[in-house]
């Protein structure tokens, strides 16, 4: 019935090669079946401001919920990363309550105790499964949670490592948990805690800081254009055939070659 | 699927698809025993880019005719938004009047929400600012998101810093900036353990030590990343920290700046905000400003499709232009040589580099390599399109036809499996497998279609080593900069550019604020009645306005009925 009043209603009823018909916040608009979902509503005329931030899957700003009349079941999808279904009834997502609590990385214990401390409501997941289905990224977004529960925070950090934070579980989970907030809170803990650091970066670092290669790097500025361009044509590519590097040294052409020993410096 | 009956492609895609299955087996052998297809010398590469690269085609550009680099060869779409009326040109008087009561005071303004404007005010707070972060769209919302290679540092026995500044000087083509240069690949190191502290998830051995791996003109392997969604890894932290400031760091969001504010002194003492939502007006007083906007892509120089988010219209280049900051090298844009052309729905989107320095071959309609595969990108994306080229054009006419008349070469990803093992693929480039099955192509067992794609703003706003600009209480960083680049990015050097250059615009407009600033004096949008005054010399009409702060993507049929809507649901 209301699908009949609405099909009359449209101002442009008759169905254009090509083109299907698709409701945006159920006012019916008719599209090229090609477009993705946020494409078909620009086409249809509207200047997006809320909805649209990478347009490539990135930053789940365009967080999209539709049904379609074949199925009772409430779908969902990132509008620039869903291709328009003929008939669909869709409405955005842009933004759905939720509120980051705020914390010091460095204080906190890498526990679970410690994010329940700040997020509470992870202690009442029903393990309803909901997230999971809705998630755009395919994750284990129900997994994620209950391994935050049993504190493998190394798990939470390798399943929820896809999350784009477009907060479609959010919007779905009965026991109004807040996942993306959890999982970047979890995934920080993680690795400012429990992943080593790399101690190869730590050594480069105080080299930096010691001023190891301020010399070369003066010289290197120093260097006329024509004897800088010979130095960067000749310069061996790791893991090329036949390179096989020992150090770091600017020394592989005779002709421009950083001196080492210093004399004539 | 068997490829016969995919409902995506056209026979004479299959066709060629078939070839590139047929001559795989051979390639591998080739990689295995470390062949590769030979590198250009810089004479040939230079004779490619100046016949196919989209910089070098004169038709497409003009001299600049207003502003203090007045001359600059620039791209049409570019010129565009800066010989245009400022938003607040109608009613400059009224403005001028209504910038003498601010809303807000602060130490810090940060302008842009990404990872140099996030980097920034997290560093200003770090030095006791009060900061205020003003964002177009929400925060994050940016290129920095999107990055999925990863940020160049070098940190292996075999790597130093004094030869990344070596690969980003010869990437640059030798325009870069010295000073800029030694400062980038110096702080290198350094900010890549300032992320893992806040903690990235860059991916790791388990003893700590960081991946590496090459990308397009580097000499040794310096590239970490957090699999492909490396700028997420980077931008979600940063993010995070920003937010958990809120007593030093204030956030506004869907609030582009549309104009700078001086005061008689020529010293920047804030920014007019423009909420989008509302349509109103914010003046936003600052003892220091950092322009942290990022790039251009959306303005779709040359009608190239992009890889940038929705807001990258270069608006910082606007503001700090008009402000009376020089720009450099705008004129080199940098076309990602591998953008999806195919399917439809991804036409632009970026395909990372990633895919190319894992082991995927570059090829053309008969399955065979012409060019290395990581030639420097502008390189890169000429090859390309001269494989593409008709041959009466001087190309070689060997590219694959779309359904939709398209052209592009395939990338073929399946080799890396076959290469390093299956699943290696999913493993690697888990983003890119997700946007390919999500338009029904299978990437570990199918080769993809990809073309150049508008990708980076090589140039910008000319700063110093600290970030600063010429004009006092003014510092810049990120993508809205230029002159580290020379005129061509290499990739990862971005990401690094932004996380270096953010925290030391930020540093410095902290210490500023604190130290040098004397007070907000007489403000005025002086700069603005003088930049009018040249604007009319030349004539611009009065439709002609900037920033551009979104692109309209309405379609003309809809927009002719959309009579009276000026900005309202038309923001260009
Ligand atoms: C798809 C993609 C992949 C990439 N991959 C890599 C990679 O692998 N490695 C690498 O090093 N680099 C990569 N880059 C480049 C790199 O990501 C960007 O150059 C870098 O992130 C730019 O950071 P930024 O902070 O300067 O700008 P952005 O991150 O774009 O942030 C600018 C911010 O300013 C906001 N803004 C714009 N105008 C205004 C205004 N008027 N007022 C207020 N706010 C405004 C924007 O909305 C945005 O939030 C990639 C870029 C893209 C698009
Ligand atoms: S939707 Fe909520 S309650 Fe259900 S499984 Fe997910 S987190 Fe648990
Ligand atoms: S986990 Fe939740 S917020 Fe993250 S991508 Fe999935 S649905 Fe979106
Ligand atoms: S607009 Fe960023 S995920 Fe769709």
Redesign the pocket.
């Known amino acids: 019935m209301a699908e009949q009043s609405r099909k009359s209603g449209s101002i442009n009823p008759e169905k254009p090669k090509d083109m299907v018909p698709i409701y945006i916040m159920g006012k019916r608009y008719f599209v090229p079946k090609t477009l993705t979902i946020m494409k078909a509503i620009e086409y249809a005329g509207y200047q997006l401001k809320r909805g649209a931030?990478?347009r490539?899957g990135?930053c789940g700003a365009c967080g999209t919920v539709y049904r379609t009349p074949d199925s009772y079941k409430i779908k969902v999808g990132l509008a620039c990363q869903t291709v328009v279904e003929p008939e669909m009834y869709i409405a955005q997502l842009p933004f759905y309550p939720a509120v980051k609590k705020t914390y010091n990385i460095e204080e906190m214990e890498p526990t679970a105790e410690a994010v329940l401390g700040i997020y509470p409501e992870v202690a009442r997941c029903v393990a309803c499964n909901t997230c999971t289905k809705v998630c755009p990224q395919e994750l284990e977004v129900m997994d994620y949670i209950q391994e935050t529960l049993h504190g493998n925070l190394d798990k939470v950090a390798d399943l929820s490592f896809d999350c784009v934070m477009c907060g479609l579980c959010v919007s779905r989970c009965p026991a109004e948990i807040q996942h993306p907030f959890v999982a970047i809170l979890v995934r920080r803990l993680y690795n400012h805690h429990l992943v080593p650091r790399s101690q190869q970066l730590a050594k480069r670092v105080k080299e930096v800081e010691e001023g190891k290669y301020d010399a070369e790097i003066k010289w290197l500025k120093s260097l006329p254009l024509e004897k800088l361009k010979k130095l960067y044509s000749t310069r061996p590519r790791e893991g090329d055939p036949g390179v096989e590097l020992k150090d770091n040294k600017i020394d592989w052409n005779d002709e421009v070659k950083f001196d080492y020993s210093g004399t004539n410096r | 699927m068997e490829l016969r009956e995919h409902p995506l492609y056209s026979p004479e895609m299959i066709e060629s698809i078939k070839k590139v299955e047929a001559t795989r087996p051979r390639r591998a052998e080739e990689a295995r025993r470390g062949y590769r297809f030979e590198k250009m010398s810089l004479e040939e590469a230079d004779k490619l880019l100046h016949q196919f690269h989209p910089d070098y085609i004169m038709e497409q550009k003009r001299e600049l005719r207003v502003g203090p680099s007045k001359g600059e060869l620039l791209n049409h779409e570019v010129a565009d938004i800066f010989e245009a009326h400022s938003r607040l040109a109608k009613k400059l008087d009224e403005f001028s009047e209504f910038i003498k009561e601010p809303e807000i005071t602060t130490d810090v303004l940060v302008?842009?929400?990404?990872?140099?404007?996030?980097?920034a005010a997290l560093m200003a707070s770090e030095h006791g600012a009060d900061v205020v972060i003003?964002?177009?769209?929400?925060?994050?919302?940016?290129?920095?998101?999107?990055?999925?290679?990863?940020?160049?540092a070098a940190v292996t026995p075999v790597d130093s810093p004094a030869i990344h500044y070596l690969d980003v000087m010869g990437g640059g083509h030798f325009k870069n900036d010295p000073d800029l240069v030694e400062a980038l690949v110096k702080d290198a190191p350094f900010v890549i353990q300032w992320l893992e502290r806040l903690g990235v998830m860059f991916d790791k051995d388990p003893d700590g030590t960081m991946w590496v791996q090459h990308?397009g003109g580097t000499s040794r392997m310096r590239?970490h990343?957090c699999r492909d969604y490396?700028?997420a890894g980077i931008?979600r932290v940063l993010r995070d920290e920003v937010r958990n400031r809120p007593d030093k760091i204030r956030e506004i969001e869907f609030?582009?700046?549309?104009e700078l504010i001086l005061n008689e002194r020529g010293e920047c003492i804030g920014?007019v905000?423009?909420n989008i939502e509302t349509e109103e007006y914010h003046v936003v007083y600052a003892k220091a400003v950092v322009l942290?906007?990022?790039?251009f892509?959306r303005l779709h120089i040359q009608g190239f499709p992009?890889?940038?988010?929705?807001?990258?219209?270069?608006?910082?280049l606007v503001?700090g232009y008009r402000a009376g900051v020089p720009i450099r090298y705008l004129g080199a844009v940098q076309y990602?040589p591998t953008g999806a052309i195919f399917p439809e729905q991804i036409v632009g989107?970026?395909i990372?580099?990633?895919v190319r320095g894992s082991g995927a071959d570059v090829l053309n309609v008969d399955g065979e390599k012409f060019v290395f595969p990581l030639e420097p990108r502008d390189v890169e994306a000429a090859a390309i399109i001269r494989e593409c080229a008709p041959v009466e054009k001087g190309g070689r006419g060997k590219g694959v036809r779309t359904p939709t008349g398209n052209y592009g070469v395939w990338l073929d990803a399946p080799l890396i499996d076959l290469l390093y093992g299956e699943g290696t693929i999913e493993r690697k480039l888990p983003a890119m497998v997700r946007m390919y099955r999500r338009f029904g192509i299978d990437m570990t067992k199918e080769p993809i279609l990809v073309y150049p794609t508008l990708?980076?703003?090589n140039g910008g706003l000319r700063i110093k080593p600290d970030g600063s600009t010429n004009v006092p209480g003014l510092y810049a960083?990120?993508?809205?900069?230029g002159g580290v680049h020379g005129t061509n990015?290499?990739?990862?050097?971005?990401?690094?550019?932004?996380v270096v250059?953010?925290r030391r615009s930020g540093t410095s407009a902290a210490l500023y604020a604190k130290e040098q600033f004397r007070d907000f004096g007489k403000p005025t949008l002086q700069h603005i009645y003088e930049y009018e005054k040249e604007l009319a010399e030349i004539g611009v009409p009065e439709d002609k306005i900037s920033?551009v702060?979104l692109p309209n993507y309405v379609p003309e049929h809809v927009r002719k009925k959309q009579l009276t809507s000026y900005y309202q649901g038309n923001l260009y």
């Open positions: 931030g990478c490539a990135f | 302008i842009g929400g990404g990872g140099a404007g996030n980097a003003a964002t177009k769209l929400r925060l994050g919302d940016a290129n920095t998101m999107m990055a999925q290679g990863g940020i160049q990308g590239m990343s490396s700028g931008m609030s582009p700046a549309v920014a905000l423009f942290a906007t990022g790039g892509g992009t890889t940038n988010h929705y807001g990258a219209t270069g608006d910082g503001l990602h989107l970026l990372t580099e990633k990708h980076y703003q960083g990120g993508e809205v900069t990015r290499l990739m990862g050097n971005s990401l690094l550019d932004v250059y953010g920033p702060i």
